[in-house]
């Protein structure tokens, strides 16, 4: 028996020791705050746990990490990052500033509503930068598919903290509302009306948002579309970035009378054993709730920065 925990311990030592240095990898090369590192531990620990039914600890402490982190915090002291959301009115906002004649500003704006009304990551669509385009991760004008009249579905290939195989949804659904200026189906279609695919484009590794030159539109490039805008409507972009449309867009949907706290979970597509456990809910409860996102413009929060 002597051997038998001997051997345990030392699995669970092994363990522990991947999961410092994923949670190091994090802070050091990819400059994660401290405290999202430790929940990006927390999900990928839970996950296993979900998936083989075992605690990788196999029951003994991991006290290194706690050690781990610690140091982590004196060595790489950050100042946690202030990021408001981006709620309707700001979006009106943008698109009185936008030239909708020009094709950019098209694609600017189709893709700000999809990141707003699909309460998604940056990286649920774009690449890190133009030339990282991936289409078997990154969305391509085939991941664009009509459901009916009323509706688009973008497919999703993976999250940040889901694969596609725990995904609820196969993608986020964008509804049409004719005549409302944060229409995300008109403005999408209006896009690639404007854009649209030339003899030899491939739609599955073509980017659903291109620049003109052909080149994907990258996180980064959204992330700078945010500051111009902002500091164009009096804001301080300081405060605001792209998660400001996911951050928004959640703060909408949980102010309407269809948002419920599991709904916008699963529209956001966020880690949470409640919803995947014991929630389900439905396309139609979705398209409803967007339908009234859309009927609003504006969101009331009680404490903002501007």
């Known amino acids: 028996s002597n051997m038998a925990e001997l051997s345990i311990l030392d699995q669970s030592i092994r363990s522990q020791t991947i999961f410092l240095g994923f949670a190091e990898y994090l802070v050091t090369a990819r400059r994660v705050q401290v405290e999202s590192a430790k929940q990006y531990v927390r999900n990928v620990r839970a996950q296993f746990k979900i998936r083989t039914g075992v605690d990788p600890s196999l029951g003994h402490s991991w006290g290194l990490l706690t050690t781990l982190y610690g140091r982590l915090k004196r060595d790489f002291p950050q100042k946690r990052t202030k990021r408001n959301p981006i709620l309707q009115q700001h979006l009106l906002q943008f698109k009185a500033r936008l030239d909708m004649s020009d094709t950019t500003c098209k694609m600017y704006w189709a893709l700000s509503l999809l990141l707003f009304f699909g309460v998604s990551r940056k990286g649920d669509h774009l690449p890190e930068s133009r030339v990282g385009f991936d289409p078997t991760t990154d ?42 200026p944060l229409c995300p189906v008109t403005a999408i279609e209006d896009y690639l009306a404007a854009d649209p695919l030339e003899a030899g484009d491939d739609p599955a590794t073509t980017p659903l948002f291109r620049h003109t030159d052909g080149s994907a539109v990258s996180r980064d490039d959204i992330h700078q579309f945010v500051k111009i805008m902002t500091r164009a409507i009096g804001l ?53 709730l967007l339908k009234q996102m859309m009927s609003k413009t504006e969101t009331i929060v009680t404490e903002s920065g501007d």
């Open 139 to 180: 969305t391509t004008r085939s991941d664009l598919q009509t459901r009916d009249a009323e509706m688009y579905v973008v497919r999703i290939k993976q999250t940040k903290t889901i694969h596609k195989a725990d995904l609820n949804f196969d993608g986020k659904p964008l509804v049409r509302s004719a005549g409302n």
């Open 236 to 288: 301080r972009p300081e405060h605001f970035g792209g998660h400001s449309f996911r951050i928004g867009g959640a703060t909408a949907a949980l102010s309407c009378e269809a948002g419920d706290k599991f709904t916008v979970q699963v529209m956001g597509m966020w880690l949470g054993d409640s919803v995947a456990l014991y929630t389900r809910p439905t396309m139609s409860m979705i398209k409803a």
